[in-house]
């Protein structure tokens, strides 16, 4: 039995998971179901003269194809279609809405049929005509229009003049590649007509967030739309905003006036948002000792026409390390695309990716361990704010993961370890995450036999939600795992917003507390009412709730059973609803953090690079189940090997297309790419951050996993490679 929270628990849904029984969002079924398919623009900016749909409407089984000139209504106003995440600066996307194209792979028509096949294969009928504009999608042109992100953090000092002036001295490049969403789960929606209702499954991380934005899209009322979304298979933040399958599924289902679902191509996937394309240029100034002058880290990342979209790439430069000076800057190339989205830890995983590799030349060039560097520069304050954390075990991640590792065996000169026709590598680099919390409500329903229903709006994108949420309830309650069951993923259910930013577990779980709270007092109202009460002196601070029976902190012979009490006032339940609500607390940063190390074995004629090892020591508080957040942290390695050596969204320029829209030649690390991974939980006493301690996992794991393997890559080759990924060409030039 208890204490659930901090036991490694296998998921509460894996049975549903594994037999079929989870379902997700194309795989709710309705009779007279009809199917759509999306007609996607291969022109990448210009206007539509003509769309001749004849073709397309004669096949048997289409019932019609929707375009921006006859669709549903739609709001006229930028505001509609903002959303809870999506960019302050500019004017969102407006799928089928009129006849602009502004980016390749926009959906223009949407072909409804009675067959998922019918549609598709009527959507290749679908002919068009656009008017071509001039259009520009690489990053790296000269002229490309550029805008400056607000101040990211205030500058200390005069870094430029304090570089100039240092004895060591590093300047560099560092590139990382567009990358697409490849979740396995195609994005999906299925919009139920109910007349004036209407239900829309979909695949999202915020059903809340997608239930507004239909709501205004439609000019529909909030009882009119449900949005909802049990199961996700993996999102990373392409579903924190609502994305275009949903309001075409809306759309085709106020057309037909019948239930209709939508799932997008793997084609089609890559005209959903994206990681965008960053060159980072950071300048680090040293004392020969070892300590850093001067940080500077700007930022230039790429964006559409329409949308700023920005994540904070260089502020942890400043943050992480002792420096007297450091300055920053963030610029946006303006490009005919698809705005880009969060993907797993943006800003910091492309930010401290440079970092992370400046730092490791900076060793080099101080002829210094690049773990005795980090050592050298270790800081207890945020640098950027003057400010204590905490809480920050990063010592004893750099400690555990070395010692894990063997890192003392490392010897320093490169293509100086090898293992046969392998030369080998070993590097490592620090990782850096916010641990945010948000208000989030849950609702809780205990019944006099000891059944918990736990509800919350939030998502469950894979993390292990449905899991911690029974966890904490559990021990909250004091009633085993199974008596627990938990309702999420419905616009219905107690407020959250999106799930991401790595906040759910501990937001979620402080508004279990706060909930399983008010329903102790009430049982102890009802306790007190019981003739000669054990409990009646007892103040409700000092009871908890323990195997079915509330009960004195300070005597466990004094206790009354869950049901006695609900039966002292006749109840055969109770249900609360609460809130988390986290004050604003800028005396301290909330940070968690990590140190991986890795190893590579580099064949010497081949330049093939596989990853051998990595250790992965993460220091994010509390660790409510080492089972799940074990996995958050190893699929974020895997993750990281991607972003290292495989993952690369090709555009090409001359047409504004991604040319390798699909599996086989957008590479991701398979089973063969993935060797040994280890990862560490470092304790982490916070008392500060919440009352249970908690920070949150899961983008932390991907966080300086890249530079940790490039770092690697150039120990054993004794070749640096600064633009990602690190592929065999690039290393053999
Ligand atoms: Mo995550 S990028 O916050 O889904």
Same mark, same amino acid.
């Given at each position: ?60 089984? @289409? ?48 072909? @409804?049929?009675?067959?998922? %096949? ?95 934005? +239909? ?103 400043? &943050? ?11 610029? &946006?190339?303006? +490009? ?116 918990? %229903? ?26 085993? &795992? ?36 008010? !329903? ?14 054990? +409990? ?96 958050? !942290? ?42 040994? !991974? ?20 899961? %983008? !932390? ?33």
């Amino acid at each position: 039995m208890a204490p659930f929270i901090g036991t490694a628990t296998s998921r509460v849904d894996g049975h549903a998971k594994v037999t079929g029984g989870a379902k997700y969002a194309a795989e709710f079924n309705v009779s007279n179901l009809a199917y759509a398919s999306i007609v996607a623009s291969t022109v990448t900016k210009g206007r539509i003269v003509r769309i001749d749909t004849t073709e397309a409407t004669r096949v048997a089984g @289409v019932i019609d194809v929707l375009t921006h000139a006859n669709r549903p209504p739609m709001a006229r106003t930028d505001s509609a279609y903002k959303d809870e995440v999506g960019p302050e600066e500019g004017s969102p996307f407006r799928p089928l809405y009129d006849d602009k194209i502004i980016f390749n792979r926009q959906p223009i028509a949407l072909v @409804v049929a009675d067959e998922a %096949e019918i549609a598709r294969f009527a959507a290749t009928l679908v002919r068009v005509d656009c008017e071509e504009d001039e259009y520009v999608t690489d990053l790296f042109r000269r002229d490309n229009k550029i805008v400056t992100v607000k101040k990211p953090a205030a500058p200390r000092g005069n870094a430029g003049k304090a570089y100039a002036a240092s004895d060591v001295r590093h300047e560099a490049e560092y590139v990382i590649p567009m990358e697409h969403h490849n979740p396995m789960e195609l994005f999906a929606a299925t919009a139920i007509w109910e007349g004036d209702k209407l239900t829309v499954y979909d695949k999202t991380q915020g059903v809340q967030n997608v239930q507004r934005y +239909l709501c205004n899209v439609f000019s529909m009322k909030p009882d009119e739309v449900r949005v909802v979304s049990p199961f996700v298979g993996g999102a990373f933040g392409v579903g924190l905003r609502p994305q275009f399958e949903a309001v075409l599924a809306v759309l085709a289902a106020l057309a037909t006036k019948r239930s209709v679902r939508l799932v997008l191509t793997r084609q089609q996937m890559f005209g959903l948002s994206y990681r965008p394309a960053t060159i980072e240029r950071l300048a680090l100034g040293a004392k020969p000792t070892g300590t850093l002058n001067a940080v500077t880290h700007d930022a230039i990342a790429m964006t559409s026409r329409y949308e700023d979209f920005a994540r904070n790439d260089t502020t942890w430069s400043g &943050l992480l390390y002792k420096s007297a000076s450091a300055a920053y800057s963030h610029k &946006l190339a303006k +490009l005919d695309v698809q705005t880009p989205s969060d993907m797993r830890a943006p800003g910091a995983a492309t930010g401290v990716y440079a970092l992370e590799c400046a730092m490791d030349e900076l060793a080099v060039a101080l002829k210094l361990d690049p773990l005795e560097l980090r050592y050298r520069v270790y800081s207890d304050r945020d640098q950027n704010n003057d400010v204590p954390y905490t809480s920050k075990q990063l010592r004893e991640c750099y400690r555990q993961g070395a010692e894990a590792f063997g890192w003392d065996k490392r010897s320093p000169a490169p293509r100086t370890m090898r293992d046969g026709s392998e030369l080998v590598g070993w590097g490592m680099a620090t990782g850096v995450w916010d641990a945010w919390q948000m208000k989030f409500t849950t609702r809780i329903a205990l019944t006099a036999n000891g059944h918990a %229903e736990v509800a919350c709006s939030t998502s469950d994108i894979g993390t292990g939600t449905y899991t911690i949420m029974a966890q904490v309830a559990a021990d909250m309650l004091g009633v085993p &795992l199974e008596s627990v069951t938990v309702k999420l993923g419905d616009s219905t259910l107690p407020q959250s917003p999106v799930e991401g930013g790595s906040w759910t577990a501990a937001s979620v779980s402080h508004a279990i507390a706060v909930t399983a709270g008010k !329903i102790r007092k009430d049982l102890l109202q009802l306790a007190k009412k019981i003739p000669n009460s054990p +409990l009646r002196e007892a103040k409700a601070e000092d009871v908890t709730l323990v195997e079915g029976k509330l009960t004195s902190k300070r005597d466990a012979h004094r206790f009354v059973s869950i049901a006695d009490a609900m039966r002292s006032g006749a109840l055969d339940r109770i249900e609360k609803e609460g809130s988390s609500d986290f004050k604003e607390d800028s005396s301290h940063a909330h940070n968690t953090h990590s140190a991986i190390f890795a190893e590579v074995k580099v064949d010497e004629e081949l330049g093939v690079i596989r990853v051998t090892r990595v250790v992965s020591a993460v220091a994010a508080g509390r660790i409510l189940n080492p089972k799940t957040a074990g996995s958050q !942290i190893m699929g974020s390695v895997v993750w990281g090997i991607g972003m290292a050596l495989h993952e690369e969204t090709v555009i090409d320029h001359a047409f504004g297309r991604v040319m390798n829209a699909n599996l086989a030649e957008y590479h991701v690390p398979v089973n063969a790419d993935v060797q040994d !991974i280890k990862v560490i939980f470092v304790e982490e006493p916070d008392e500060i951050i919440n009352p249970l301690g908690i920070k949150g996992v899961g %983008e !932390i794991g991907i966080i300086g996993v890249a530079a940790a393997i490039a770092n690697a890559v150039y120990h054993a080759t004794g070749k640096r490679v600064r633009d990602l990924p690190i592929t065999l060409d690039k290393l053999m030039r």
